[in-house]
């Protein structure tokens, strides 16, 4: 018997990844949590029957997601928020860093923490950094109360549906606004702009963060399991600007290897193409 694990991307799209073995499954509190291992890709984390990772791709989604700001930002980073990323992926690329002193790891789930520690070990490497303060709350609710606290927020959510619903309001973008510091960044996973319904959540996420920022910009990855394969992300500031603050020789001269990010992609990523351009222009104006 062959086992197949399937995500529709739209009502007559799909991926379809032929499954060796399932090692685990778990209704939790919250969300069905399931590891299965392939060929193609490894091993891969679903929620709710959602791809969130596979070993294969995973470094693409986490590098942008943390070495985009860092390489912007530099050594003012001191104090990092996440929420969501219980897998542990952008904590892993964030303890590269050593003039970051302390990581708050805000997630719900705490079930997916440990599933992730037992399964997915290279992408849960870090979480037991002593700088990593792992919380298990609500990331809406937790936000709230935080004010002038963090240079960076990363904000790895799950999809804009289910437990990671509220991460993709504009009360919840106000509120981390409110938390980071004068010279902070928010940078959020903002879904693919191809399928219509993915290119609606993202035209909704972009308009509730232009209400919050003064600046605000998205660029993009090419990630192969996620739909379409062309993902966003959001870069938001007070007036932090990506491409005109990038300190390219400072970052270089870390000497970080990554597989993906570079910082001559770094510039290249936040110039769109013109269809996304056109999405986002509809919400701006």
Same mark, same amino acid.
Request: proline share 4%; aromatic share 12%.
């Given at each position: 018997?062959?086992?197949?694990?399937?995500?529709?991307?739209?009502?007559?799209?799909?991926?379809?990844?032929?499954?060796?073995?399932?090692?685990?499954?778990?209704?939790?509190?919250?969300?069905?949590?399931?590891?299965?291992?392939?060929?193609?890709?490894?091993?891969?984390?679903?929620?709710?029957?959602?791809?969130?990772?596979?070993?294969?791709?995973?470094?693409?989604?986490?590098?942008?997601?943390?070495?985009?700001?860092?390489?912007?930002?530099?050594?003012?980073?001191?104090?990092?928020?996440?929420?969501?990323?219980?897998?542990?992926?952008?904590?892993?690329?964030?303890?590269?860093?050593?003039?970051?002193?302390?990581?708050?790891?805000?997630?719900?789930?705490?079930?997916?923490?440990?599933?992730?520690?037992?399964?997915?070990?290279?992408?849960?490497?870090?979480?037991?950094?002593?700088?990593?303060?792992?919380?298990?709350?609500?990331?809406?609710?937790?936000?709230?109360?935080?004010?002038?606290? $963090?240079?960076?927020?990363?904000?790895?959510?799950?999809?804009?549906? +289910?437990?990671?619903?509220?991460?993709?309001?504009?009360?919840?973008?106000?509120?981390? $606004?409110?938390?980071?510091?004068?010279? +902070?960044?928010?940078?959020?996973?903002?879904?693919?702009?191809?399928?219509?319904?993915?290119?609606?959540?993202?035209?909704?996420?972009?308009?509730?963060?232009?209400?919050?920022?003064?600046?605000?910009?998205?660029?993009?990855?090419?990630?192969?399991?996620?739909?379409?394969?062309?993902?966003?992300?959001?870069?938001?500031?007070?007036?932090?600007?990506?491409?005109?603050?990038?300190?390219?020789?400072?970052?270089?001269?870390? +000497?970080?290897?990554?597989?993906?990010?570079?910082?001559?992609?770094?510039?290249?990523?936040? $110039?769109?193409?013109?269809?996304?351009?056109?999405?986002?222009?509809?919400?701006?104006?």
């Amino acid at each position: 018997m062959q086992l197949t694990f399937t995500e529709m991307h739209a009502p007559t799209v799909g991926l379809a990844i032929q499954v060796d073995r399932q090692l685990y499954t778990e209704q939790s509190d919250f969300q069905r949590i399931d590891v299965f291992e392939c060929e193609e890709f490894g091993r891969f984390l679903t929620l709710d029957g959602y791809m969130m990772l596979t070993e294969r791709d995973e470094f693409i989604y986490h590098e942008m997601m943390v070495h985009v700001p860092l390489a912007v930002l530099g050594e003012t980073v001191r104090k990092v928020l996440v929420i969501g990323g219980g897998d542990g992926g952008c904590v892993r690329e964030l303890c590269r860093y050593p003039h970051i002193e302390h990581i708050d790891l805000v997630e719900i789930d705490e079930r997916v923490v440990a599933v992730c520690r037992e399964y997915l070990p290279t992408v849960a490497c870090s979480l037991d950094d002593p700088r990593v303060h792992i919380l298990y709350q609500d990331g809406l609710k937790y936000i709230r109360r935080i004010e002038d606290e $963090y240079d960076l927020i990363i904000i790895d959510s799950t999809d804009p549906f +289910g437990p990671g619903e509220g991460l993709f309001t504009m009360e919840f973008y106000g509120n981390c $606004y409110k938390a980071l510091r004068a010279h +902070g960044v928010l940078v959020n996973q903002h879904e693919s702009p191809f399928y219509k319904g993915d290119a609606l959540a993202c035209q909704r996420a972009h308009r509730n963060i232009v209400h919050s920022f003064e600046l605000s910009r998205l660029f993009q990855a090419h990630i192969p399991t996620y739909p379409s394969g062309h993902w966003l992300f959001g870069f938001s500031s007070r007036g932090v600007h990506p491409v005109r603050d990038l300190k390219a020789d400072d970052w270089n001269a870390r +000497g970080i290897e990554t597989r993906y990010y570079n910082t001559n992609l770094h510039n290249g990523a936040f $110039y769109l193409p013109n269809y996304v351009q056109r999405l986002l222009e509809k919400v701006e104006e």
